[in-house]
């Protein structure tokens, strides 16, 4: 099936060349696979994701990891897939077997040492060295999402790992946490005063120490620095044209989270580029889903009203996403 379907794609896509690290990966640069990330970055999931489940059946372990990645993302689920029937989704996106079978990733982890790196982050006791190991293997996003993980857990430590050469700048705020119980006058207590003052006043994480910058500042910064966060940048230029600075602006201020902000983008940086991602329509989709998706139905109507306070444009997109999931149409703001 692999065959046919992989012809149909390289038919109407042409294939990119894969994200760099992609060889680490067996069957990452696979021309099937190729196509069929190519199609996904397209936002045809009709298209890409029978491919990649067939592919991962064949033993394709970048399929696996992509598709398992998937599976555990809701705001990287399209509305094709997400309005498939249960059973479709199971065995379209999971190993077969019992009621809703199993991740692929575990089975990627057998010939993939990154792939462990994911399985590690989905148990309860993950180390904080698995964040060190993502961050060292260029999965910056993943390395934050470990960092979050156990911070949510209630995990500390974070502290011992500060002069670690792979420790994510951008959250660096768990490490300045720890500090602040440190002595005046303290190493511990001199560093973090540094490193704070050194900071950008528009940098998002400073909304982590309880000093956040103006949200117009910080979309600015988020402008100037897309390669540290580069959805909303990306998003905006391609969507929004002469009014991005206020697109910016309102998403920003939609994303109300510096955790989303910072776990937020390609599914795996081996896979996918992290700025081509940002760039397909597959993920300025995903962007608006993630949003739409921190609140119920009735917030959502709310987010978009805030949001066309500031930018016409991206409270547009924000009403044309929702109605792609309901199939309704969303008046528009009451004046």
């Known amino acids: 099936m692999v065959p046919r379907l992989a012809a149909l794609l390289l038919a109407f896509f042409l294939p990119a060349a894969p994200a760099p690290g992609a060889e680490s990966v067996p069957g990452a640069a696979a021309p099937p696979f190729v196509a069929a990330v190519e199609a996904w970055l ?16 064949d033993g394709n372990t ?10 555990k993302t809701p705001a990287l689920q399209g509305p094709w897939l997400t309005n498939r029937p249960r059973e479709e989704r199971v065995a ?31 148990q309860v006791d993950t180390p904080v060295s698995v964040a060190l190991d993502f961050a060292a293997a260029g999965e910056t996003r993943a390395a934050r999402e470990t960092l979050l993980a156990l911070a ?42 540094r490193e704070i003052a050194a900071l950008s006043a528009a940098h998002p994480q400073r909304a982590m120490i309880g000093h956040p910058p103006d949200p117009a500042s910080a979309a600015d910064w988020l402008r100037e620095n897309r390669d540290v966060f580069p959805a909303i940048a990306a998003f905006c230029d391609a969507n929004c044209g002469t009014t991005a600075g206020s697109c910016a602006q309102a998403a920003y201020e939609a994303v109300a989270s510096y955790p989303i902000l910072a776990t ?10 992290p700025l081509r991602f940002a760039e397909s329509p597959r993920g300025q989709a995903a962007l608006l889903r993630r949003l739409l ?17 500031t930018s016409a444009c991206f409270a547009e997109a924000l009403r044309s996403e929702a109605q792609r999931y309901t199939g309704t149409a969303m008046p528009p703001p009451q004046e």
């Open 92 to 122: 379209l996106m999971r190993v077969p077997g019992g009621l809703s079978g199993r991740s692929w990733m575990h089975t990627a982890a057998e010939t993939a040492p990154l792939a462990g790196l994911w399985t590690a982050l989905w």
């Open 152 to 193: 949510a857990r209630g995990r500390e430590g974070f502290a011992e790992a500060a002069d670690d050469p792979h420790y994510p700048p951008a959250m660096r705020y768990l490490v300045w946490r720890e500090w602040a119980d440190a002595p005046a006058g303290d190493e511990a207590a001199l560093r973090r005063a």
């Open 264 to 273: 937020f983008g390609s599914p795996s940086a081996t896979l996918i580029d």
């Open 293 to 309: 998706l921190t609140v119920d139905a009735r917030g959502r109507r709310s987010l978009i009203e805030r949001a066309e306070e």
């Open 62 to 71: 970048a399929a696996q990891m992509l598709l398992a990645i998937i599976d």
């Open 42 to 57: 397209a936002d045809d999931e009709a298209a890409a994701l029978p491919v990649l489940s067939d592919l991962a059946e």
